[in-house]
Structures are given as C-alpha cells and as structure tokens.
C-alpha cells in the first residue's frame, strides 16, 4: 500500500444525521437542550460539592471530578456535532478528528476507573464503615483520580496513534456522529485485522477490568447490606448501590457492545443510537441518578435557596 495515499486525506466529513434532513433542526433543538442541561447541572453540582460544608467527604470528592469529566465528555462531542447539524459542510480536520478521538478517548478511558473508583469508596464506606475516613484518606482519594486520568491518557494515546497510522485513499465521509474508532476503521483501505486486534485487547482490559472492580466491590456490599438487621440502613444502601449499577450498566453496556465486536458487524444506525447512549444520554442521567436524589445534597441545595431569600 502506498504510505504517501495516507496523507492524501486533509479532512473528513461527518455524516452524523444526513440521512434524514428534515429533522436536522429539530435534532439541533433537541440535542442543544440536552447538552444545556447536562453542563448547567454538572457545573452547579461542582459549585455545590466545593462550597457546601455538609458535602466535604470522599465521596462527595469523587462525584465533583466525575461532574468535571463529564463536561470535558460533552464539550469534546457536543459543539463540533451542534455545528454540523445546520452547516451544509460538515466539515472536520484530520487532525481535528485525531484530537477529538484522542479526548474521547481520554475521558471515556478515565471515565471507566473513576466509576470503579467510587464503586471502591462506597465497597469501603458500607462494609468497613469504621476505618472509612483512614482508607479513603485525602491523598488515597487523590492518587485513585490521578491514576483512572494516567489509565485513560494511555489507552487514548494508543488508540489514537493506531488509527491515524492507518491509510486512507478512499471515502473521508464518517458515517457518524464524531470521530469514533468504528467509523474511521472502516474508512481504512488497509487490512485492520492487526489494528482490530490491538484495539479489541486494550477495549477489554479497559472495560472488562474497571468492570470487574465494579462488579467485585458491589458484590460485597450487597452480602455486607444483606447481613445488616436495620431496614432503613439496607434501604439507604441499596439505593446509593442501584443508582450507581444504573450508570454503570448504560455506559459499560454500551461501550461492549459498540467496541467489543468484529468489524463486519458494525452498522450505521444502530451504532449511532447506541453512541447516543453513553454519549449523550448518559451524561444527562449522570446528576440525576447520582446527586439530586441524594438527601446529603437535597438538604444542600435548600440550604443555599434558603440563604438566598434570607440575602
């Protein structure tokens, strides 16, 4: 194959809902409002975890860098995709592409570890209740942060320089929504049974293994939940424990199935509504399942509201 093919290629177009031109406008309203709401709730809880004093604990701590990745999560797919809804040109840079793969890749990577990280703060705060503010130290909660970035920094770097490396001489039109690893393999006029290979191992130690930590820790809790004699401490468990499996389920479920299959078996609109899943949706649920249901934060929020008639 002739390398020089490969820099032939100086943009690609974004197809993401072409197909159907009369609902572009509403699909902007729609996914603009989305968007809207995702970002005001993850900034205000961020604003909420940082000044409230009766939310100063780990788990509070982890919630407020799960809302900031969030917002990095939205702003690396949501405009680009908003512009493209009403330009006639959906037009992204090749390098514009690998630096939105890169960041999704990023913070999807992170996003995996930060999940199993707080699935390891709750496995501490019901089952080793007495020892909880020793092992989720400051500085514990800290290094786990750093450590699910480091995790998603290298796989997106990986990923990233694996697809780009490869050659492109045919259609540049991705028949997506962004710069997903699917649709851009697809574009490649090379055989990908190498790269498919490299990107299936590093997708499974990504999402099977922050999984597993998941799912081992939850395990405990609930054996830990069941042998509790309080039902009103089994309720408040098993309520913090669902919200998070809820979250859990819609992005890892997700992730394996879009990633976790051959190449032959991708299609076009199935993967763009399963993207919509854990690219979109997902983020708007997020503050929902997670903190306005929560009494810590309720009680916070009308705290602040009550300070503000007072004012």
Same mark, same amino acid.
């Given at each position: 194959?002739?390398?020089?093919?490969?820099?032939?290629?100086?943009?690609?177009?974004?197809?993401?809902?072409?197909?159907?031109?009369?609902?572009? *406008?509403?699909? =902007?309203?729609?996914?603009?409002?989305?968007? &809207?709401?995702?970002?005001?709730?993850?900034? $205000?809880?961020?604003?909420?975890?940082?000044?409230?004093?009766?939310?100063?604990?780990?788990?509070? =701590?982890?919630?407020?860098?799960?809302?900031?990745?969030?917002?990095?999560?939205?702003?690396?797919?949501?405009?680009?995709?908003?512009?493209?809804? @009403?330009?006639?040109?959906?037009?992204?840079?090749?390098?514009?592409?690998?630096?939105?793969?890169?960041?999704?890749? @990023?913070?999807?990577?992170?996003?995996?570890?930060? @999940?199993?990280?707080?699935?390891?703060?709750?496995?501490?705060?019901?089952?080793?209740?007495?020892?909880?503010?020793?092992?989720?130290?400051?500085?514990?909660?800290?290094?786990?942060?750093?450590?699910?970035?480091?995790?998603?920094?290298?796989?997106?770097?990986?990923? &990233?320089?694996? !697809?780009?490396?490869?050659?492109?001489?045919?259609?540049?039109?991705?028949?997506? =929504?962004?710069?997903?690893?699917?649709?851009? !393999?697809?574009?490649?006029?090379?055989?990908?049974?190498? *790269?498919?290979?490299?990107?299936?191992?590093?997708?499974?130690?990504?999402?099977?293994?922050?999984?597993?930590?998941?799912?081992?820790?939850?395990?405990?809790?609930?054996?830990?939940?069941?042998?509790? *004699?309080?039902?009103?401490?089994?309720?408040?468990? =098993?309520?913090?424990?669902?919200? *998070?499996?809820?979250?859990?389920?819609?992005?890892?479920?997700?992730?394996?199935?879009?990633?976790?299959?051959?190449?032959?078996?991708?299609?076009?609109?199935?993967?763009?509504?399963?993207?919509?899943?854990?690219?979109?949706?997902?983020?708007?649920?997020?503050?929902?399942?997670?903190? $306005?249901?929560?009494?810590?934060?309720?009680?916070?929020?009308?705290?602040?509201?009550?300070?503000?008639?007072?004012?």
């Amino acid at each position: 194959m002739d390398r020089r093919n490969h820099t032939a290629i100086k943009e690609f177009i974004l197809v993401g809902f072409s197909e159907v031109p009369e609902l572009q *406008h509403l699909l =902007f309203v729609v996914f603009l409002c989305i968007f &809207t709401m995702s970002l005001s709730a993850h900034m $205000f809880l961020i604003l909420l975890y940082r000044f409230s004093p009766n939310l100063q604990t780990p788990m509070y =701590f982890f919630l407020a860098n799960f809302s900031f990745l969030e917002i990095c999560y939205i702003l690396t797919i949501g405009p680009n995709m908003l512009g493209n809804l @009403l330009s006639e040109h959906k037009i992204i840079s090749f390098y514009g592409c690998a630096l939105q793969m890169y960041l999704f890749l @990023l913070f999807a990577g992170s996003e995996c570890y930060m @999940l199993a990280s707080m699935a390891y703060d709750r496995y501490n705060a019901i089952c080793h209740p007495l020892l909880y503010s020793i092992l989720m130290h400051k500085a514990t909660c800290v290094q786990l942060i750093c450590g699910s970035w480091i995790i998603g920094m290298m796989v997106a770097i990986i990923q &990233t320089m694996l !697809m780009f490396s490869l050659p492109f001489c045919g259609s540049h039109a991705i028949n997506h =929504f962004f710069c997903d690893i699917p649709p851009i !393999m697809a574009l490649a006029c090379a055989d990908t049974q190498v *790269h498919e290979v490299v990107t299936f191992i590093i997708t499974l130690s990504v999402i099977v293994g922050s999984f597993v930590l998941t799912v081992i820790s939850y395990s405990i809790i609930i054996l830990t939940i069941v042998k509790r *004699h309080s039902a009103s401490g089994r309720k408040k468990a =098993f309520s913090t424990c669902t919200s *998070h499996l809820i979250v859990v389920t819609i992005f890892y479920g997700s992730g394996s199935v879009m990633y976790l299959r051959p190449k032959s078996s991708y299609g076009t609109a199935e993967d763009k509504f399963i993207s919509l899943m854990y690219a979109i949706i997902a983020p708007l649920l997020n503050p929902f399942i997670y903190s $306005f249901r929560n009494n810590d934060v309720i009680y916070a929020v009308r705290r602040i509201v009550h300070n503000i008639k007072l004012a």
